[in-house]
């Protein structure tokens, strides 16, 4: 066989063997999530979170580059066949793929939160609305605390670079409750392609190649901590976006500072209001007259913002992104955000905020 078939027929392999292991996740948790990825994780974070700007952002702005170049060189030379450029691209793909798993992506197929937490997976009306109505209750009363105001919204009086180092106190403190949740070693980054970002409709994502956590630094400060923990919570090995919303949520309410508990508990309530306003609508406007005004004001705020940057570019990448997460085991896809509501209200079923 020829050495151009190696790499396209590796990526065949690959995924077979994918979908193979897909059907162990006790084996990924135990060997992979909790064993090689957790040695690859902190190498990666501990080499990289020096650096004061993201290193996988500039390493995808080269690759981006040279995949340019390579184009319009390939372009050039005619006696190259379309069979031998099909084969060139599925040699590149077969690379990524191996590296994409290996280092982080194999965590897709790990023990899902409901079966390590012992969390029930199903809840009636009335647990979401016992729930959103706590909810209410504690985002209210930290509002009144920050503002004394009830109509006024949070304005943080934090710098970025002080969030990206006051989250680690909600994971220490939540690290003594869940000890699977302890975080360590900071690479927490503000993402370059943050505009770009913000036209995807994207608050931060993980690099699955250098383990940095990248965040919009364009989105409304309020959302800020929340965004954070959230990729930290990616960091740990939580590729499901409903478990990372879910872990993050527990950090920013562990912390011991108010705005990063409001930052949380805003988040948490916002999902519950959705939630409500999907179910049934009369619902959802009783419970939005309980809000304070200044708290509707934040979600003014980040409805602006998003609506600012509004396009096609967002609709085309959410559903690139929804298809990803299928492929990759989610099967709510991109609708898998808001499946923290569920992790939420039967975590604290029989216990209170």
């Known amino acids: 066989m020829q050495k151009k078939y190696y790499l396209p027929l590796a990526l065949v392999i690959q995924i077979v063997l994918i979908q193979l292991i897909s059907f162990f996740p006790v084996l990924i948790e135990d060997y992979y999530s909790n ?24 390493g995808y702005l080269l690759a981006i ?3 340019i170049i390579g184009y319009i ?15 060139k691209i599925l040699s590149y793909l077969s690379v990524f793929y191996f ?26 009306n009335q647990d979401l609305l016992k729930f959103t109505n706590q909810l209410i209750v504690k985002t ?10 009830d109509s006024v919204k ?79 919570a990616h960091q740990l090995g939580y590729a499901s976006e409903s478990e990372a919303n879910f872990i993050g949520f527990l950090a ?28 049934d609508e009369a619902e959802f406007k009783k419970l939005l007259k309980t809000v304070h005004p200044g708290i509707i004001k934040n979600y003014k705020e980040s409805e602006d913002f998003w609506n600012n940057y509004e396009s096609f570019v967002e609709t085309g990448f959410h559903l690139f992104y929804d298809r990803f997460l299928k492929i990759n085991q989610q099967k709510d896809g991109i609708n898998g955000y808001s499946r923290f509501v569920d992790l939420m209200v039967n975590y604290y079923k029989n216990k209170n905020l």
């Open 35 to 58: 064993g090689l990825y957790i040695y690859i994780s902190n190498f990666l974070r501990i080499i990289l979170g020096f650096f004061p700007f993201s290193l996988g952002d500039f």
């Open 65 to 67: 580059v040279f995949l």
């Open 73 to 87: 060189k390939n372009r050039k030379i005619n006696n190259l066949s379309w069979k031998d450029r099909i084969l």
């Open 99 to 124: 590296f994409f798993n290996i280092l982080w992506g194999l965590n897709y197929y790990r023990v899902p939160l409901f079966e390590k937490l012992k969390i029930d997976k199903k809840y009636s």
């Open 140 to 149: 209210n009363s930290i509002h009144t605390q920050i503002t004394s105001n």
């Open 154 to 232: 949070v304005v943080f009086p934090y710098s970025q670079e002080q969030v990206f180092e006051m989250n680690l106190n909600g994971y220490r403190c939540l690290s003594n409750q869940i000890p699977s949740f302890n975080y360590e070693h900071p690479s927490i980054k503000k993402s370059l392609f943050s505009l770009p970002l913000s036209y995807m409709g994207f608050s931060g994502y993980l690099n699955p190649f250098t383990n940095e956590a990248q965040v919009n630094y364009k989105i409304p400060m309020y959302n800020f901590p929340t965004t954070v923990t959230h990729e930290m």
């Open 252 to 279: 920013s309410i562990n912390n011991e500072n108010l705005y990063l508990q409001y930052s949380g508990y805003n988040l948490a309530l916002h999902y519950c209001l959705s939630n409500w306003r999907f179910r």
